[in-house]
């Protein structure tokens, strides 16, 4: 109760140091319409009542607000910041902080699912580019032995790209699976097999070990 006293006398004391300056009855309106609801670290929170929401532009226009932040200021001793929210109680700016909360929360999932397709994306094309070199190091000796053995190596780096991707938290198991079937056709396009084989071979890689 003596925090909103404090707020409600500091805010006051702006008003008042408002009507000593300029005549600007606009921004007197609006700064005697909203009511100080908290004060969170350095910002002053002031709320205006839903039925004159459109008072707060007048708060919120540059040459406004720098007047209202140099006059607090000037009152309050110290350097603050002022925020402006709909609804003129304390639960108002608790619903609203709870709202932005909801959001950050919500933005830090989308932010960290986009960087995880990122870098799986950078693992996928970094494996194909492994198997277009690869394939290019066994020049003319592609026999089917040759061939036999570069498809248990290349699935081995598969096993391993998939491990490493599945370690870090796979998002997204639709996208998963297509990046292993466009690996698995790459590879029968070099071994001239068929991507069933292909997958074949890996699912009893991956049964052994």
């Known amino acids: 109760m003596a925090e909103t006293q404090d707020l409600e006398a500091l805010w006051k004391a702006v008003n008042d140091e408002l009507h000593r300056g300029e005549l600007i009855p606009s921004l007197w309106q609006a700064a005697a319409a909203v009511k100080p609801l908290?004060?969170?670290?350095?910002?002053l929170v002031l709320g205006v009542p839903l039925?004159?929401?459109?008072?707060?532009?007048?708060?919120e226009t540059t040459r406004h607000r720098h007047l209202v932040l140099s006059t607090l200021e000037k009152v309050?001793?110290?350097?603050?910041?002022?925020?402006?929210?709909?609804?003129?109680?304390?639960e108002a700016w608790e619903q609203r902080k709870q709202r932005e909360e909801a959001q950050a929360a919500e933005a830090q999932i989308t932010l960290e699912r986009l960087r995880a397709r990122r870098a799986a994306m950078s693992s996928w094309e970094g494996l194909r580019q492994s198997l277009t070199l690869k394939f290019h190091e066994l020049a003319a000796k592609r026999?089917?032995?040759?061939?036999?053995?570069y498809l248990q190596e290349v699935l081995k780096l598969v096993r391993e790209t998939e491990e490493k991707l599945k370690a870090q938290g796979v998002a997204?198991?639709?996208?998963?699976e297509r990046q292993m079937s466009r690996v698995f056709d790459k590879i029968a396009s070099q071994c001239n097999i068929p991507s069933t084989v292909?997958?074949?071979?890996?699912?009893?890689l991956t049964q052994t070990e």
């Open 38 to 43: 908290a004060m969170d670290g350095d910002m």
């Open 51 to 59: 039925d004159k929401a459109g008072l707060a532009s007048h708060l």
């Open 76 to 90: 309050a001793g110290r350097r603050l910041e002022c925020r402006v929210i709909e609804g003129d109680t304390p």
């Open 143 to 149: 026999s089917p032995r040759a061939l036999a053995r």
């Open 172 to 176: 997204d198991e639709e996208a998963h």
């Open 198 to 204: 292909v997958a074949l071979e890996y699912l009893k």
